[in-house]
T-cell receptor, first 113, second 111 residues
Framework: NAGVTQTPKFQVLKTGQSMTLQCAQD?????MSWYRQDPGMGLRLIHY???????DQGEVPNGYNVSRSTTEDFPLRLLSAAPSQTSVYFC????????????FGPGTRLTVL | EDKVVQSPLSLVVHEGDTVTLNCSYE??????LLWYKQEKKAPTFLFML????IEKKSGRLSSILDKKELFSILNITATQTGDSAVYLC???????????FGSGTQLTVLP
């Protein structure tokens, strides 16, 4: 199993550009989440999904969109990038059964100029 | 609003020392508390705690939860340079799977 994969690993954008961060998992997990991590701060929840077709906002959703058309994929879209969105983005997935252990992808380091 | 506070923010010790990291929380309808280790990449899971007073142990690491006083501690004995990392505490409310993270404790172990 590859676990949780994210692409790209690094990205540089100009203010106003749009892009999609990709996330996929092959563990058949129902729950998937996107977090951002800024220096000196823990991870903050952006959006999450409890299953295909169902998404909801987390703590810091503004400027981001998500969709969940399949169990495996959970892309995060930046509609119009801003310097405040410079961060490291982590995708995570969790099984519906058992505990709340979240499996994290390797992260995407995004810089917005 | 759910809240997780970790202390200290940073800690520098020498190899062989024992350290205790603290995590206090406020959460609606608590389900579990999790500890993660992060070494300049994705967080890796250490422990999940759901019941008070039951110690979880893995090698030199151990953790315990106090649901009455709303805190958890992570102990690392006989520290090694490989223990240098940010240690993150997170809580999960109710039946949700979303996690609220603390800001982490940066542990540096010097040789």
């Amino acid at each position: 199993n590859a676990g949780v994969t994210q692409t790209p690993k690094f990205q540089v954008l100009k203010t106003g550009q749009s892009m999609t961060l990709q996330c996929a998992q092959d563990m058949n997990h129902e729950y998937m989440s996107w977090y951002r991590q800024d220096p000196g701060m823990g991870l903050r929840l952006i959006h999450y999904s409890v299953g295909a077709g169902i998404t909801d906002q987390g703590e810091v959703p503004n400027g981001y969109n998500v969709s969940r058309s399949t169990t495996e994929d959970f892309p995060l879209r930046l509609l119009s990038a801003a310097p405040s969105q410079t961060s490291v983005y982590f995708c995570a997935s969790t099984a519906a059964w058992g505990g709340n252990e979240q499996f994290f992808g390797p992260g995407t380091r995004l810089t917005v100029l | 609003e759910d809240k997780v506070v970790q202390s200290p923010l940073s800690l520098v010790v020498h190899e062989g020392d024992t350290v205790t990291l603290n995590c206090s929380y406020e959460v609606t309808n608590f389900r579990s508390l999790l500890w993660y280790k992060q070494e300049k990449k994705a967080p890796t899971f250490l422990f999940m705690l759901t019941s008070s007073g039951i110690e979880k142990k893995s090698g030199r690491l151990s953790s315990i939860l106090d649901k009455k006083e709303l805190f958890s501690i992570l102990n690392i004995t006989a520290t090694q340079t490989g223990d240098s990392a940010v240690y993150l505490c997170a809580v999960s409310p109710g039946s949700a799977r979303q996690l609220t993270f603390g800001s982490g404790t940066q542990l540096t172990v010097l040789p």
